[in-house]
């Protein structure tokens, strides 16, 4: 059981990208793992708590849902690292897709299928790229820090992380 400490709000999460390059692979194991974590970790919940919204936040299958909805943004990135654009695509700060593509309505088995598609050609298209575009910087414009396309990798595996925690939190109900 994880202690009683106050999980920090995505929003207000810093980085710190201060690393080298060579972490890339670990990153990618990291990526690619993240459809078998979340299937081993919500395999074991009764399927009547996959659905619960808690103080009008997200199920786990929105949770779940979400990480595929924003591997297209992620994917997105990606093209504007190689078109060398100064400043990388805005997100949906408020999350409409997710809020309205029904994830509840869905069965479980077809969302964690959509997510391993999704993150597999993610991780694919990034590990096809050269070091050049790895390394090329792009400025985040909520953060507004500049990284580099490793950074954003790094930055997409804490954002799929800080979502397991959330499930974890929520398989307790």
């Known amino acids: 059981m994880v202690p009683e400490i106050p999980k920090t709000k995505w929003f207000e999460r810093k980085f710190d990208f ?8 670990s990153i990618m194991e990291r990526l690619r793992g993240t459809p078998a ?4 970790m919500v395999r074991v919940y009764q399927a009547d708590i996959l659905t619960v919204r808690k103080n009008d936040a997200w199920s786990i299958q929105d949770h ?3 990480l595929a909805d924003l591997d297209e943004l992620h994917d997105g990135r990606i093209d504007d690292y190689i078109s060398g654009l100064a400043t990388m695509r805005q997100a949906d700060l408020k999350n409409t897709k997710t809020w309205e593509a029904g994830h509840n309505k869905k069965q479980i088995e077809d969302l964690l299928k959509n997510f391993r598609s999704a993150r597999k050609q993610f991780c694919d298209r990034l590990e096809s790229l050269g070091p050049e ?3 090329r910087e ?3 414009p909520r953060l507004n820090v ?5 950074d954003m990798a790094l930055f997409v595996a804490e954002h799929d992380d800080h979502h397991l925690s959330c499930i974890r939190e929520l398989g307790r109900i």
């Open 133 to 135: 575009i790895l390394v």
């Open 37 to 40: 974590r979340l299937e081993e």
């Open 18 to 25: 201060s690393f080298t390059p060579g972490m890339f692979p």
């Open 64 to 66: 779940i849902g979400h």
């Open 138 to 140: 792009s400025v985040h």
């Open 146 to 150: 500049t990284m580099r396309l490793v």
